[in-house]
């Protein structure tokens, strides 16, 4: 594996707070890299400085291994998508994607800028929209020009910022898997930013958790879902029980109406307060004996709990959280 | 409902019947009555008004006319662009220059266009001092040309140049800016390709605003011109004062009137949403 974009101790701060505050990411040719974190956290902000239009106040950006602080973003060999798209509202689908090329391959003949902007229309199903404008198609199909728009130039890295959010619930979940498929076809490295960690966790082949401008954990899904490192990152990722001072997932907690014969020290003592239904489990919420609210994923074709029944739940060793870090 | 309807509206009818229709069907007739001995109209009705228009003499007037104005209209644009641009993009500080830009309108234009007159005179502000340098020997002609005139309707209506063009360039998404220089646009480049198409409304109504009273100017190039630079204008202000030919003095404006909204019709046209 060889790194396609590096980030060294980048930092960014504005007068009044300091949005990025010492970054330091390597990402692989190739990749699907995710940067989640909640909204204000400092994402688009890296992405800004990745592309060029914001200036670091420390730190490097190396494309390639080499800096690419000092250029101007229209010499960066970087793509972007962004949040709302910044389609030309004033050009045609087609010019729309032809203007990349135009400006960035001026020796090309516009027989040969024609092929590559129908080629890329086609990759993206929008042949037969060539001649609308960005205000004469969907939502979802002003997406699919953004990402031909950058794509046809065959960037180093194709940037995107929370691409789906403009997207209504049932076409983001669709979008995504056609952005996972396309990135693969097209073998494009892709810095995806989202503050939506569903998905992070399904589009990612790595990703970057981060917080208040500082990156708390780097890894796959797997590995940041599993084992997260803070506490911040455990909670962002998924429901977390506090249970003596460790941090459970609610799949991974136990529950039981008799008290578990094993290992009693990890068992607690509790009160059912109610369930919630969630289609492909259940969430019973329960009180635990010092007063902890606890939350148990069940399959509720097995068994099922009343409000007021008094339970037990436990759990493995090895299903507690290695939360480590000292951060909030 | 229908009733307070008509009540609220009254107002706005009175003014525009009695002020706007009336006095414009006075002129119509006015234009085709003969001239009086002493000013005034008198009959028999006459087309001759509107055939005299057409002597070489007031034909050189009105092409005068029009092209001074358009280029006071182009320098307006050239002038106003990039003024109108700088302000949009000014974050905080816009409403302080775009304050700045209206500040000429709280004095007279009368008092602002004789203020040029003391400073482009023979022994105005500007030859004083390149004679006291010893740059010029004699007073250059400054005053009382066709550049004068359009140095003061270029100053007289930059700020209805720059007034629509901020207003489009203020709308103007920073992303689509962004976009361009991601897909490899200098800034030059994203102005012509970006910046320039997506403000043509606001262009196309400035220059509206510009060269239509540019049309009808008389002030600026009786002041600044003086008198040796004849506009429409002037030719219409003669013949109710001097000349006594009122008859006339109303085919003359007749047909600004007419000249002004065939232009209208033909920007309109093109540009559905001006305006
Ligand atoms: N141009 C700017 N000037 C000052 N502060 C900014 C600017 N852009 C962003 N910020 C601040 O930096 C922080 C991070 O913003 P941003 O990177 O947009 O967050 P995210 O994309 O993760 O929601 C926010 O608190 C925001 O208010
Ligand atoms: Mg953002």
Redesign the pocket.
């Known amino acids: 594996m060889n790194t396609v974009l590096e980030l060294r101790s980048l930092t960014?701060q504005?007068?009044?707070?300091r949005?990025?505050d010492g970054i330091s990411l390597a990402i692989e040719r190739g990749e699907f890299f995710s940067l989640l974190?909640?909204?204000?956290?400092?994402?688009?902000?890296?992405?800004?400085l990745v592309a060029g239009f914001?200036e670091p106040t420390e730190g490097d950006i190396l494309l390639n291994g080499h800096s690419v602080v000092a250029l101007p973003p229209f010499r960066r060999n970087v793509g972007t998508v962004f949040q709302n798209y910044a389609l030309f509202p004033h050009l045609t689908v087609f010019e729309n994607v032809a203007f990349g090329l135009r400006r960035r391959r001026p020796n090309e003949t516009v027989d040969q800028i024609r092929q590559k902007v129908d080629r890329a229309l086609a990759l993206m199903q929008l042949r037969g929209k060539e001649k609308r404008r960005p205000s004469e198609i969907s939502g979802g199909e002003k997406q699919r020009v953004a990402l031909a728009r950058s794509l046809v130039l065959e960037p180093q890295v194709l940037l995107l910022?929370?691409p789906l959010s403009a997207l209504d619930p049932k076409l983001r979940k669709q979008m995504r898997i056609e952005l996972k498929e396309l990135q693969r076809r097209v073998g494009i490295t892709f810095l995806f930013?989202t503050?939506d960690e569903e998905e992070a966790l399904s589009l990612s082949d790595r990703m970057a958790v981060?917080n208040k401008?500082v990156i708390e954990q780097v890894g796959t899904p797997r590995e940041v879902y599993s084992t997260p490192t803070t506490r911040f990152v455990a909670e962002f990722l998924g429901g977390v029980n506090w249970l003596n001072g460790v941090g459970i997932r609610p799949e991974a907690v136990r529950m039981s109406r008799t008290k578990p014969r094993d290992d009693d020290r990890r068992s607690i003592e509790g009160v059912v307060n109610g369930s919630t239904f969630l289609g492909h489990c259940v969430h019973v919420h329960a009180t635990l004996a010092s007063g902890i609210p606890c939350v148990v994923e069940i399959d509720d074709r097995m068994t099922s709990f009343s409000p007021g029944e008094a339970i037990h739940v436990w759990w493995h060793p090895a299903d507690e959280l290695p939360i480590t870090g000292t951060r909030q | 409902m229908q009733r307070l309807r008509a009540w609220f509206l009254a107002p706005g009818y009175l003014v525009t019947v009695g002020l706007f229709a009336v006095p414009m069907l006075i002129v119509c007739a006015y234009s085709l009555l003969s001239r009086g001995p002493y000013g005034g109209v008198t009959t028999p009705w006459t087309l001759e008004n509107y055939l005299r228009v057409f002597d070489p003499l007031y034909l050189t007037i009105l092409w005068r006319s029009v092209w001074i104005s358009a280029v006071s209209t182009a320098f307006c644009l050239l002038l106003g662009f990039p003024l109108a641009l700088f302000v949009a993009r000014a974050g905080k500080r816009r409403t302080l220059f775009l304050n700045l830009v209206m500040l000429p309108f709280w004095t007279s234009f009368l008092i602002r266009t004789y203020a040029w007159m003391f400073l482009l005179r023979d022994t105005g502000l500007i030859n004083t001092v390149l004679q006291a340098l010893h740059l010029t020997g004699a007073p250059l002609p400054l005053l009382f040309n066709n550049g004068a005139v359009i140095l003061g309707l270029v100053y007289g209506y930059l700020p209805f140049m720059v007034l629509p063009l901020y207003a489009t360039l203020e709308k103007l998404d920073p992303a689509l800016l962004d976009a361009a220089q991601d897909l490899g646009a200098s800034p030059w480049v994203t102005l012509w390709t970006v910046i320039v198409p997506l403000s043509k409304t606001g262009m196309m109504a400035g220059c509206l605003l510009v060269f239509i009273p540019c049309l009808g100017a008389y002030l600026t190039p009786d002041l600044l011109g003086g008198g040796k630079t004849v506009m429409i204008g002037n030719l219409v202000q003669n013949q109710f004062t001097t000349a006594r030919d009122w008859p006339f003095g109303s085919a003359v404006s007749l047909l600004l009137l007419i000249l002004v909204l065939g232009l209208l019709r033909l920007v309109a046209r093109k540009e559905e949403n001006l305006l």
Do not use: N
Request: aromatic share 4%; proline share 8%.
């Open positions: 960014k504005y007068p009044d707070q949005a990025v974190g909640p909204s204000g956290c400092g994402k688009t902000t890296t992405l800004r914001e910022d929370e930013i503050h981060m401008g």
